[in-house]
């Protein structure tokens, strides 16, 4: 059960305490077993939540190491992988991005406003790679996600209105930008090449507007500064 992850199994793992437990608490139905390095410190909250799981977790210490490769991690949730295909809903739609770390980031970024559909297309980095779901914090256990091959079958499946981050002569300041109506996606492009210039015409291009003694924000920045504008008025005290 717990071995290195191989990205064309069915089943991922949660590294460490925080992801696991969002896992059972929000995907129980998917965990197949939770794998305890005889390190951890238990507590007896902790404890509370691993009790209704019976027979699912046992004390293995080789099998936390197998997957987690870095002996910081003293807990290790097994689940079977699960992509959600939504219909019409806002979401947010990333154009082959590149780094785990970032995705994951941007799971819980989208979770703190609100957004809890996620479209991930092209050549892209694994959404359900243990790093992608540990820079989560769990936060992908909230959402729902689908993978698509390219942005063309990502938007025969989604005909919505779009704001398509990117530098573009057509592009408008986000703050000049009233949301559309719901639904709708905030469409971001690769951590390097940004989205396409060809995608101009598929959206409303926007541009989020900074000093020059940068040439750009990386990605995730770019996401939350994306959503915070957008969903700001959901959030006014």
Do not use: W
Not at 20 to 32: A, M, S
Not at 145 to 151: E, I, K, L, R
């Amino acid at each position: 059960m717990f071995r290195a992850y191989d990205k064309g199994s069915d089943i991922s793992y949660s590294l460490g305490a925080f992801p696991t437990v969002e896992l059972i608490k929000k995907r129980p139905e998917d965990l197949l077993a939770v794998a305890l390095d005889s390190r951890l410190r238990m507590t007896d909250e902790l404890a509370e939540i691993l009790a209704p799981l019976g027979d699912k977790v046992r004390t293995d210490d080789r099998g936390v190491a197998r997957v987690a490769k870095k002996g910081n991690v003293f807990m290790v949730g097994a689940f079977r992988k699960r992509y959600a295909s939504f219909g019409a809903v806002t979401h947010v739609a990333l154009h082959r991005p590149s780094d785990a770390g970032n995705l994951g980031t941007i799971m819980r970024t989208m979770l703190g406003f609100g957004i809890k559909h996620l479209a991930v297309m092209g050549d892209a980095a694994d959404v359900y790679d243990p790093r992608t779901v540990r820079a989560s914090m769990g936060a992908i256990f909230s959402l729902d996600v689908c993978t698509f091959s390219d942005f063309e079958s990502y938007a025969s499946a989604h005909d919505c209105p779009r704001l398509l981050f990117m530098l573009d002569e057509r592009s408008v300041p986000l703050t000049a930008v009233r949301p559309p109506e719901e639904p709708y996606a905030l469409v971001f492009g690769n951590e390097a090449s940004g989205l396409p210039p060809e995608l101009a015409e598929r959206g409303t291009p926007v541009v989020i507007r900074h000093s020059r003694d940068i040439d750009s924000l990386n990605l995730p920045q770019a996401v939350a500064i994306g959503l915070y504008e957008i969903t700001k008025d959901k959030f006014k005290a």
